[in-house]
């Protein structure tokens, strides 16, 4: 039998707390950082984010570097990229970031203007060999907070044997937004929607950044503010306006279905609109033997908005106790030729010339190199590191756009949300 | 019924007429506390002492880096005109609204099935629990995204009875429907002890009804229900204490993004996406407390309302 007092004693009534991690630490670094010998070799970390191919690569080159340099010994981790910065969010709070880190560069400003990476112009890093357009991007405020290892650009990946089984002409290296959506409508078309045009590309925050270049916009300000109104916004999401729910852009029930993988790397797309190092990605998970390159669209044919952006950046934490050690793991793996070798482009182009000139590029690897070099004529400045925050601003553009084609938001209420959204967290963060 | 008197009454008026037996009492107590500490000493440093950090924390804009600052009730303030915000509450409540009561339902219809005696019922007891012990694993969430997904067994299954629903997992529409079956599916907690409860009735009050010409739906009105009542009582207070703190499984189902269009945006994974993806932690921990607020008033609601229908032996009504 159950009686009320003996019952009610013996519920232990468990409130819902998720627990905040408050630890808040603030560890000490020596100047001049320790140092190791061949017998008594100092141990750094090195993290990175990436797939099981880019382990293996970066184990190599682990490898290459302990046999150069005896008295250092590398620790590698990694994770896949969205993991990768809620990790080093909750390293961050504790005070416990690796020594050294593959960075990138929407989320250089959160840690560098905040204090927890180290200054890579007080140690030893040889930047001769490297573009001097392309360093300011590793920079914030006179100190260099990253060094980049490679260099992308924005590109259209299409599949030349799916355009051929469709009939559809191979594009020819100019289009404007108009011919690139009838482009997209066509392949759609003439697959009986098996095959869709792409994904919608104002979906994509770096598409709609090379938009607003090529109509001479800066995205941010140099004070850390928006550059663009909310009427560009709405322009700019007009675009594709009349090829949402049709076969030219695929559903954003597939591309939800299909993640993490992306509709073009599960043939489901016949194009997609990106960075060019995704090539080797692409190449293995769509099992393609060819996938080629072409310039985004752009309606000024001398202004196609298009910059080389690092793919990648090498930083330190701001409390390694190996300075000395970091800076040389660093200098190894941007300047080294053999490490070339070992990456090829899959980190990107590699940004030293010491490293470029070093490395054999053939194949699909040769075909990301030669469109960069293609598209050289139309490269401008590459953009300095985005606001604090910046990782945020991205999610959430492609969050609503991606309501947006769900019919859950008009491009007027899209645009207000993003709006709202972005507003919030500059003020946050001023 | 019979009226006994409880254990812990009658042991409180002995201690008061005999203070050899206090001491002993005393020691007693010095001994629990001394094996107790441990975990004592465990549930301070990392239960108590994160919460009251947090509750600072949920009055300041800490940001994981820079130190906290405090801007009093701001947070709390900004939550209500946050859309997000309130979409995650929405789809948290729908979520507890409709899929505790079902999960109940199941769990008991099962555990009245259970409770007759047949061969083979250590087996199906098992076999009914398994899903709650794996349900809320990492790999299950996996199982089930395949399973919802375009092509999948689900869209299979449903297209051979002309069903065309495609998959769940990418429609704004069917992602909660897929979440409270995975709920409902690991009722096997709860069920035990609405066993345990049923085990307890005695066989005589329904003999004694079957003898008067009750039949099974007038059996479980007014005998299993009354006599249940408190171990319903207890199932329906944890299992909705326990909904609102749904996380792993959406977290994985939609990439730690509460997509498609926001609709598995459930509390907990605002709140984590809050924390550790735009780092405002400060705003996170106002959410906490919110939440622990929340939960412990409608705890207090079901304390309060079971009153008049939860019927406990020894009870004068």
């Known amino acids: 039998m159950i009686n009320r007092r003996h019952f009610l004693t013996t519920v232990a009534v468990g409130t819902a707390s998720a627990a905040a991690l408050a630890a808040c630490g603030t560890g000490s670094s020596t100047s001049a950082g320790e140092t190791g010998s061949a017998e008594n070799p100092v141990t750094i970390n090195y993290t990175w984010w990436g797939n099981d191919d880019r382990a293996e690569r970066t184990r190599k080159a682990i490898a290459l570097f302990e046999e150069k340099n005896p008295d250092i010994k590398v620790n590698g981790n990694f994770t896949d990229f969205a993991g990768y910065w809620q990790k080093r969010a909750t390293e961050a709070a504790g005070g416990g970031l690796p020594d050294v880190m593959q960075w990138d560069l929407s989320y250089l400003r959160d840690y560098g203007q905040r204090n927890q990476l180290l200054d890579l112009g007080t140690v030893n890093i040889n930047t001769d060999a490297f573009e001097k357009s392309l360093l300011p991007s590793g920079q914030i405020r006179g100190k260099?907070?990253?060094?980049?290892?490679?260099?992308?650009?924005?590109?259209v990946y299409y599949d030349p044997a799916k355009l051929a089984s469709l009939g559809i002409a191979e594009p020819d290296g100019t289009w404007t937004y108009q011919e690139f959506n009838d482009f997209l409508a066509e392949v759609g078309a003439k697959s009986n929607g098996e095959i869709f045009g792409g994904t919608d590309?104002?979906?994509?925050?770096?598409?709609?950044?090379?938009?607003?270049?090529?109509?001479?916009?800066?995205?941010?300000?140099?004070?850390g503010k928006l550059g663009f109104t909310k009427d560009d916004m709405k322009k700019w999401w007009n675009q594709t306006a009349a090829l949402r729910g049709t076969p030219a852009?695929?559903?954003?029930?597939?591309?939800?279905?299909?993640?993490?993988?992306?509709?073009?790397?599960?043939?489901?797309?016949?194009?997609?609109?990106?960075?060019?190092?995704?090539?080797?990605?692409?190449?293995?998970?769509?099992?393609?033997?060819?996938?080629?390159?072409?310039?985004?669209?752009?309606?000024d044919p001398d202004n196609l908005g298009l910059f080389l952006k690092p793919s990648m950046l090498m930083v330190a934490s701001a409390k390694t106790k190996y300075k000395d050690a970091a800076a040389r793991f660093i200098d190894f793996m941007v300047n080294d030729p053999e490490v070339g070798q070992i990456f090829k482009t899959s980190r990107g182009v590699p940004a030293s010339k010491t490293q470029r000139d070093g490395t054999t590029f053939e194949g699909t690897d040769k075909l990301v190199v030669d469109y960069e070099k293609s598209i050289e004529q139309y490269l401008k400045d590459a953009p300095e590191p985005p606001i604090v925050g910046f990782g945020t601003l991205e999610a959430s553009f492609k969050r609503v756009a991606s309501d947006l084609n769900y019919g859950k938001l008009t491009i007027d209420g899209a645009a207000d949300a993003w709006f709202k959204e972005a507003e919030d967290l500059i003020k946050q963060n001023a | 019924m019979t009226q006994s008197p409880t254990l812990s009454r009658r042991s409180s008026s002995s201690a008061h007429s005999q203070p050899r037996k206090s001491r002993q009492r005393g020691a007693d107590a010095r001994a629990g506390y001394t094996f107790l500490l441990p975990w004592l000493l465990g549930f301070i440093a990392l239960t108590v002492g994160p919460m009251i950090s947090s509750l600072y924390l949920s009055f300041t804009n800490y940001n994981l880096f820079e130190p906290p600052k405090w801007i009093g009730l701001d947070n709390y303030t900004t939550l209500f005109q946050d859309e997000r915000f309130?979409?995650?509450?929405?789809?948290?409540?729908?979520?507890?609204?409709?899929?505790?009561?079902?999960?109940?339902?199941?769990?008991?219809?099962?555990?009245?099935?259970?409770?007759?005696?047949?061969?083979?019922?250590?087996?199906?007891?098992?076999?009914?629990?398994?899903?709650?012990?794996?349900?809320?694993?990492?790999?299950?969430?996996?199982?089930?995204?395949?399973?919802?997904?375009?092509?999948?067994?689900?869209?299979?299954?449903?297209?051979?009875?002309?069903?065309?629903?495609?998959?769940?997992?990418?429609?704004?529409?069917?992602?909660?429907?897929?979440?409270?079956l995975l709920t409902v599916w690991q009722f096997g907690a709860p069920m035990v002890i609405f066993l345990a409860g049923l085990k307890q009735i005695p066989a005589d009050l329904y003999e004694a009804a079957s003898m008067d010409g009750a039949g099974p739906v007038r059996k479980f009105l007014n005998i299993t229900?009354?006599?249940?009542?408190?171990?319903?009582?207890?199932n329906l207070l944890m299992e909705t204490i326990h909904a609102f703190q749904i996380f792993a499984s959406a977290y994985i189902i939609s990439n730690g993004e509460g997509g498609p269009a926001g609709s598995t945006l459930f509390y907990t994974l605002y709140l984590y996406l809050r924390g550790f993806s735009d780092f405002r932690m400060g705003y996170a921990s106002a959410m906490a407390w919110l939440l622990v607020i929340v939960v412990g008033i409608i705890t207090l609601i079901f304390f309060k309302t079971s009153k008049s229908w939860v019927h406990y032996s020894g009870d004068a009504k």
């Not at chain 1, 104002?202 to 004070?223: C, H, K, P, S």
Request: aromatic share 14%.
């Open chain 1, 144 to 155: 260099t907070y990253g060094i980049p290892t490679s260099t992308n650009a924005f590109a």
């Open chain 1, 201 to 223: 590309y104002t979906g994509v925050w770096w598409m709609f950044n090379i938009w607003l270049r090529q109509n001479n916009i800066e995205a941010f300000t140099e004070d």
């Open chain 1, 249 to 299: 852009i695929v559903s954003e029930e597939r591309v939800t279905q299909l993640a993490p993988k992306s509709p073009f790397g599960s043939n489901v797309t016949a194009t997609e609109v990106t960075w060019d190092n995704f090539m080797a990605g692409y190449l293995a998970d769509s099992g393609a033997t060819e996938l080629k390159l072409a310039p985004v669209p752009s309606d």
């Open chain 2, 86 to 180: 309130l979409q995650s509450v929405g789809v948290t409540v729908s979520y507890v609204v409709f899929g505790t009561p079902l999960k109940l339902a199941a769990a008991l219809a099962v555990a009245m099935l259970l409770n007759s005696k047949r061969r083979g019922q250590g087996f199906y007891r098992s076999a009914f629990y398994a899903p709650s012990l794996i349900g809320a694993s990492v790999s299950i969430a996996i199982v089930w995204k395949a399973m919802f997904g375009d092509a999948g067994p689900v869209d299979q299954g449903l297209s051979f009875f002309g069903i065309n629903l495609g998959g769940w997992v990418g429609n704004p529409a069917m992602t909660m429907p897929m979440f409270i």
């Open chain 2, 225 to 234: 229900w009354p006599m249940l009542s408190p171990v319903i009582f207890f």
